[in-house]
């Protein structure tokens, strides 16, 4: 375990699209359990759970996590984060989305590497090939684009970078964000009193408030990840999804 590092899931109950997601069951767990156990596998430090609802607070307790309150006035997940370790000397602090079911300890542990390897850079992340066509053209799909050594150029609900007809370049991949965060210590506190930034405004992305204000953020490629849980209807994908994970082996 690195001392060094702390993981918080921000586990919000009162989600617009879906009240009670972190807690909708998946193959006979709450969808936040399967992002608790993945994170707890990593090693990388103490996990916890910041939640603003009291239901999540019990069901996280009843697990054996660590559990705390948050403000419901929390802008963002990363505001719940930062609020979540205040008093805390960690000089890493990792956010991972409690609605991401099929989080890996790996990737978790690539993008942390990655960036403790990457000294100009102040955020760390992580991102796949998208093999499904599909995803290139849906919104809630979020693409990236990098430089060669794995910095983030650009992040976009939109295909990029665009493949222009005329291009040499053939079967050039687009890449799937991954949808955590692992900050330096030093550059959480900067990106919270950071004002939502044009770009991020335009997109929801708040990845680009860092890009539009100076910050760095390695990526590092993994395998991809299954579906996250945003709308009920996910639910079903996620759930289709595991049957064939299983049917696979």
């Not at 998946?26 to 009291?54: D, M, N, R, S, Y």
């Not at 609605?99 to 960036?115: C, G, Q, V």
């Not at 992340?125 to 150029?153: F, H, Y």
Request: proline share 7%.
């Amino acid at each position: 375990m690195d001392k060094n590092c702390l993981i918080v899931i921000p586990a919000r109950y009162g989600s617009r699209r879906f009240p009670g997601k972190v807690l909708a069951p998946l193959a006979g767990k709450p969808v936040l359990q399967w992002c608790w156990e993945a994170a707890v596998k990593t090693g990388l430090g103490e996990v916890i759970i910041a939640t603003e609802h009291g239901k999540v607070l019990r069901f996280a307790r009843s697990i054996g996590a660590r559990a705390v309150m948050t403000s419901p006035r929390c802008r963002s997940g990363t505001d719940r984060v930062h609020e979540a370790v205040r008093g805390t000397k960690a000089k890493f602090v990792v956010n991972i989305q409690g609605d991401e079911p099929f989080m890996k300890a790996s990737t978790l542990i690539k993008a942390f590497k990655k960036l403790k390897a990457s000294p100009a850079c102040d955020i760390g992340t992580a991102c796949s090939r998208i093999e499904d066509r599909r995803d290139i053209g849906n919104p809630n799909c979020v693409k990236v684009a990098m430089n060669a050594g794995g910095r983030a150029l650009y992040f976009s609900r939109s295909p990029i970078p665009f493949h222009h007809p005329l291009s040499e370049l053939k079967g050039r991949p687009y890449y799937k964000h991954c949808g955590f965060y692992i900050f330096r210590r030093r550059a959480l506190e900067r990106f919270v009193k950071l004002k939502p930034s044009p770009l991020e405004r335009l997109e929801r992305l708040e990845q680009l408030r860092a890009l539009e204000n100076g910050m760095n953020i390695a990526v590092a490629e993994v395998p991809a990840l299954g579906p996250a849980i945003d709308v009920p209807a996910d639910i079903r994908t996620a759930a289709a999804f595991l049957k064939k994970k299983k049917a696979d082996k």
